[in-house]
């Protein structure tokens, strides 16, 4: 298989955004990267940092926060992006997509606000007490498909390359650690190497933690916010998310990026909605 290159893989293709006037662009949200009916949150995330990275003088999300207000289907869609601030080393915008509901009302889905800058511009000084995730090799993890039947296997799962770390899939054969961890290896299926943007992604495309603390069924988030910390080398990247506290029908997500080089590139925090049985 030829290696799709950035800017060519699916990934691009599918968070594209056509300009249609000044801050405001179409996109296309594609039903390759749902789980169930609903349009994966990391990949919204992605096709709105794309719009801003149109609209602000920066190039790369440092920060990007995202409130997810309704779910997002597979079809139309409508971004509007504008820039809030812009100085030296970084700028600051805001954006959103809407849809169309049944009745052909415009229903926003998701709202966000992020700053940018550019991160080949940061210093290399490096002072850090974390490490990266113990994960067996890669050809010795679980590949998210192994052991579904294929006729339930989520759409999004044929667009991404995710071998998981079999310490942390006790829940697929229902013997969940209750420890809240999930752990893997994470590419594009078509060989494209990360950017900024799919780190984006990444924070959001691992099975839910709630697995592992016993609870099935979607998780769907409320809030999501990402760190970008440095452009990340070619080659999967490392992905550790991890729950510490579940409490009134809710849960927090912590996850940590790594690339091939053990560089600590991207951070994140969400807070989901548990469906308690």
């Known amino acids: 298989m030829t290696e799709a290159t950035i800017g060519a893989g699916a990934f691009d293709r599918d968070t594209a955004v056509t300009a249609r006037e000044e801050g405001v662009y179409g996109a296309e949200l594609s039903d390759q990267w749902t789980i169930g009916n609903a349009v994966n949150g990391g990949y919204l995330l992605a096709l709105l940092g794309r719009a801003l990275g149109d609209v602000l003088p920066h190039p790369d999300p440092f920060t990007i926060t995202a409130h997810y207000l309704t779910a997002s289907r597979p079809g139309p869609a409508t971004v509007r992006a504008a820039t809030v601030r812009v100085g030296r080393t970084l700028s600051t915008g805001t ?92 590419g594009l299926a078509d060989g494209r190497d990360h950017d900024p943007l799919s780190l984006l992604l990444a924070v959001d495309a691992l099975p839910p933690t709630a697995f592992d603390l016993g609870l099935s069924g979607w998780v769907p988030t409320v809030e999501l916010t990402v760190h970008v910390r440095h452009r990340p080398a070619p080659g999967p990247v490392r992905v550790a998310i991890t729950t510490r506290n579940l409490a009134g029908g809710f849960l927090e997500e912590d996850a940590e990026v790594w690339d091939s080089q053990d560089r600590l590139v991207a951070q994140s925090r969400q807070l989901a909605r548990a469906l308690l049985d």
């Open 95 to 186: 954006a959103s997509l809407a849809q169309a509901d049944e009745e052909g009302r415009e229903v926003e889905r998701i709202r966000v606000l992020a700053t940018y800058g550019d991160l080949a511009a940061l210093p290399d000084d490096v002072r850090t007490s974390v490490k990266p995730p113990q994960i067996p090799p890669y050809e010795q993890c679980l590949g998210a498909k192994d052991g579904m039947d294929p006729a339930n296997v989520p759409p999004i799962t044929h667009q991404v390359d995710l071998r998981l770390d079999p310490a942390t899939v006790g829940w697929a054969v229902g013997e969940p650690s209750g420890r809240g961890e999930v752990r893997g290896w994470f």
